[in-house]
């Protein structure tokens, strides 16, 4: 497999869900908690697999940080197979769908598009929350080739599997890519950074920090035995681990 990491940048994010670009210039003085948004292109013998979309953020030029990046690799959006979504937090979503003079369009027209449905109805029973973007969410779900998910856990295809675990949200879900004795692990915002493995921590940011604490440590032992490639979304310095 090849991994991709499309790292946008570092930022700082505020208490109401603002996020701001960290530069040399403001690193010392923007405040808010400080994190990555990296989403992964996973390339299989079979798929183009984004794991999450990331914020769209767009670079001075206009474009996208991410479209940058796939253009850096040869890769064009219409190449990706498909897009799996851990949770629906801004940060993971926003880049999936882009603004055109006809309206919103997919950012990657070919991709089927994977969201669990019981994530979903706990965002909109939250309205308000500025976790949640919703006039983005809104305009995703009436995208044609999503794929809804509903079961606690399985298979999307021979190589990638998945399971709900909960934690950050009540029905966040990881996912495992395999191919080759080799296993890609993302675990999105219940393994957010490498320092989440150093300290084992309930964190009060998550819908139940004890559950994601202690998936954490199960984790890490698999990790470990089975030589996961462990991807890092909002690690300012790393991508991937391997225990």
Sequence with gaps: MKIIPLKEGNFSASRTKDFTLLTDENFDTVKGIRMSVQPFL??????????????GWKNADGKTAVSELLEQENIKPE?????????????????????????????FPNAQIYIQKRELAFAMENQGNPSFDFDILEKLITLPD?????EDQGKISDEISFEVV????????????????????????DLPQESYLKYHLAYKSDFDGRKAMELRVEWQKKAAEEQWKILLYHDLD??????
Excluded: C
């Excluded at 999503?146 to 509903?150: A, T």
């Design 166 to 189: 909960g934690g950050h949200t009540p029905f966040m879900q990881v996912f495992w890519i395999r191919e080759n004795n080799e296993t890609v692990f993302y675990g999105a915002d």
């Design 79 to 107: 190449q990706i197979t498909k897009l799996l979504l851990s949770h629906l937090h801004k940060d993971h979503i926003d880049g999936s769908i882009q603004k055109t003079d006809n309206g919103f369009v997919p950012t």
């Design 146 to 150: 999503i794929v809804w998910m509903d």
């Design 238 to 243: 790393k991508a991937v681990i391997q225990i």
């Design 42 to 55: 996973i390339i299989t013998d079979h798929d183009y697999i984004l794991l999450d979309a990331g914020t």
